[in-house]
Nanobody, 124 residues
Framework: QAQLVESGGGLVQAGESLRLSCAVP????????MGWFRQAPGKEREFVAA????????YNEDSVKGRFTISRDTRKNTLYLQMNNLKPEDTAVYYC?????????????????WGQGTQVTVSS
């Protein structure tokens, strides 16, 4: 199983930016679809963005609307989520996950491997 380790969370003010990172084992990015999900207290886990092994991306447009960008660096074995113009409603624990599906799935049950999560808190 792929071991995923997120980092980069923190406390920021509304309008600021953060970049989340997810360290993955070698070759993972070339074999798996990678996704970012988030979960706020008392809410369901929510899809944020995903990137397939060939680089196709998909986003939760209703929630992130061009503010977030998913990317990867295969040389560094790292997945990223660049988050700009953060809002208080973006406050959540953010998780990266890996799936063996060919397409960038939006469904959490498609992902078999999950990181431990990193907290993002946005103050107003």
């Amino acid at each position: 199983q792929a071991q995923l380790v997120e980092s980069g969370g923190g406390l920021v003010q509304a309008g600021e930016s953060l970049r989340l990172s997810c360290a993955v084992p070698p070759r993972t990015l070339g074999w798996y679809t990678m996704g970012w999900f988030r979960q706020a207290p008392g809410k369901e886990r929510e899809f944020v963005a995903a990137i397939s092994r060939i680089g196709t991306t998909t986003y939760n447009e209703d929630s992130v609307k061009g503010r977030f960008t998913i990317s990867r660096d295969t040389r560094k074995n790292t997945l990223y989520l660049q988050m700009n113009n953060l809002k208080p409603e973006d406050t959540a624990v953010y998780y990266c996950a890996a799936a063996q599906s060919g397409d960038p799935s939006r469904v959490a049950s498609s992902y078999a491997n999950w990181g431990q999560g990193t907290q993002v808190t946005v103050s107003s």
